[in-house]
């Protein structure tokens, strides 16, 4: 069994890489799906994964509604309560950073999702909280890009 | 004996180009090369106008301040692997150009430069602005005129390159042939000259971008909390921003009525500097939208903005910067003007 769990995780190391891009900070990713697809692959794995997406924000409808032409395009706010305010008590800081984001958007038949990478905000946070919450916003993070580009 | 095989696999074999493009390219210009923030790799008048060394230093350079990244850490195999990737979407043999310098005149070429070029590559060779997604630009343009004085391009291309493209222009985008609009073999090289001497203005290695040490804008308010909201809302329609609307830190987290007064968040937006930031680079919804923080700690008042200069250097877009210094000025003077 602990056999199988090692091979499971090295299996998902060497996959990974090819479905995560960082560059710098920025973590960005393209899915072969259409913009709703894409969207609700996203909402789905975040809320799978724990978190509670607090807001979506329509970049789209507000730029159309005042007369500028745009693609499809929203801002996914999520997080988890106790994380959140773990994070705004110890770092008040980080709270203009709260909660994390993604960016979605469509680029013809396909959508590009972005994000900052936890790095961002562990370099804010310093040792002022457990690092390991960075960590395991990663280890989220890869694995909700991961269902999303895994969607059908 | 799987692990083995697997670790095996990924340490001796050959690197995979496909693969490769998929870790690092894809993302940016799409996994069949058909562009979107990046440039469309497979359109076929590219692909047969420059040479390997021109794909293979341009990954490793990138085009410094424009979008492009650099991967210095790319070994010389997995470059390999990467151009043979992208030669696969094209059947033509590819061009092979020597390194050997065009002789002009640097004079005639400029003044050339101003009449046939400037248009699109900008008056010192800097280039159209914005990057590759359907709303910065008509999507009948496939590439934005590339920055001609930059260093990472110079690097990657030969003048052999440069004088080929001049006299054959390309397909499918707005680069037409020298020889037809009715310059002579003199002339183009008058241009190459030119163009080359770019590298003049530039130090050998560009310098690195400046690291941002704040992440926050953030002030300590006199007021009250609810003051202090009062007093940002006022100073962001002063700014000729729209309020959106003002909620919780906690908004969505907690049951609705629950949240934690003492931590608010005002959104506000300029749809036209929106608009015009989407066009200078899609991904800046890491940045959206506009917003500032107020919350109580410590009995102390504290107002709130990202440092958009912060999260800018990610991008590698010099215009991305400019627009970051007016936001982080915005921000700055609404703090301020909620906290006097």
């Known amino acids: 069994m602990r056999w199988s769990k090692l091979l499971l995780a090295v299996l998902l190391a060497c996959t990974w890489p090819t479905l995560f891009c960082a560059e710098g900070g920025m973590v960005m990713v393209r899915t072969l799906l259409p913009f709703p697809e894409a969207m609700l692959a996203l909402q789905e794995s975040i809320r799978e994964h724990g978190y509670t997406v607090s807001r979506v924000q329509r970049v789209d409808i507000g730029l159309t509604g005042m007369g500028y032409k745009t693609d499809k395009y929203r801002v996914v706010f999520a997080g988890k309560y106790d994380e959140i305010r773990e994070l705004a008590d110890k770092v008040p800081e980080l709270a203009a950073y709260l ?54 | 004996m799987a692990i083995l095989m697997c670790l095996a696999g990924v340490s001796s074999a050959a690197p995979d180009g496909a693969r490769l493009f998929s870790e690092h390219c894809a993302v940016c210009h799409g996994d069949k090369g058909n562009g979107g923030v990046g440039t469309p790799l497979a359109l ?148 190459v000259a030119y163009v080359r001497a770019f590298e003049n203005s530039y130090v050998t290695e560009p310098e690195p971008r400046d690291p941002i040490d704040e992440s926050v804008i953030i002030m300590e308010s006199p007021y009250t909390v609810e003051e202090t909201v009062e007093n940002l809302k006022e100073a962001i329609i002063g700014q000729n921003f729209l309020l959106i609307r003002t909620d919780y830190l906690e908004h969505g987290l907690v049951e609705e009525g629950k949240e934690n007064k003492q931590e608010v968040i005002l959104h506000f937006c300029n749809f036209k500097f929106l608009f015009d930031a989407l066009t200078i680079d899609p991904r800046i919804g890491m940045f959206l939208p506009c917003r500032v923080t107020v919350l109580e700690r410590d009995g102390k008042v504290l107002v709130m903005a990202i440092n958009p200069l912060y999260l800018s250097r990610l991008f590698n877009n010099d215009e991305l910067d400019n627009a970051c210094k007016q936001m982080h000025q915005v921000y700055a003077a609404l703090i301020e003007d909620a906290t006097l």
Not at chain 1, 125 to 131: E, K, L, T
Not at chain 1, 136 to 148: A, M
Not at chain 2, 51 to 72: N, Q, S, Y
Not at chain 2, 80 to 97: C, E, M, N, T, Y
Request: charged content about 20%.
């Open chain 1, 99 to 152: 909660p994390p984001k993604i960016a979605i958007f469509a680029e013809g038949e396909q959508t590009i999702l972005v994000t900052a990478h936890p790095s961002l905000y562990a370099r804010i946070a310093g040792d002022r909280v457990d690092p390991v919450i960075f960590d395991r916003w990663e280890s989220d993070l890869k694995s909700i890009l991961h269902d999303v580009q895994a969607a059908e």
């Open chain 2, 44 to 191: 076929p008048s590219f692909l047969a106008s420059v040479d390997d060394k021109f794909l293979r230093e341009t990954i490793r350079h990138g085009r410094p301040g424009r979008v492009m990244p650099a991967f210095p850490k790319l070994s010389n195999a997995q470059l390999d692997a990467l151009v043979r990737h992208i030669r696969g979407w094209s059947k033509q043999p590819p061009p092979v150009f020597s390194d050997a310098p065009v002789k002009g005149n640097v004079s005639r070429g400029k003044a050339l430069f101003a009449s046939y070029c400037a248009s699109c590559h900008g008056a010192n060779g800097e280039g159209g602005t914005g990057t590759g997604v359907t709303f910065s630009r008509q999507r009948d343009l496939p590439i934005i005129a590339p920055a001609l004085n930059n260093p990472g391009f110079l690097a990657a291309a030969s003048d052999e390159l440069i004088r080929h493209t001049l006299q054959f222009g390309r397909e499918g985008t707005p680069m037409t042939s020298m020889l037809v609009q009715g310059l002579d073999e003199k002339q183009i090289n008058d241009l």
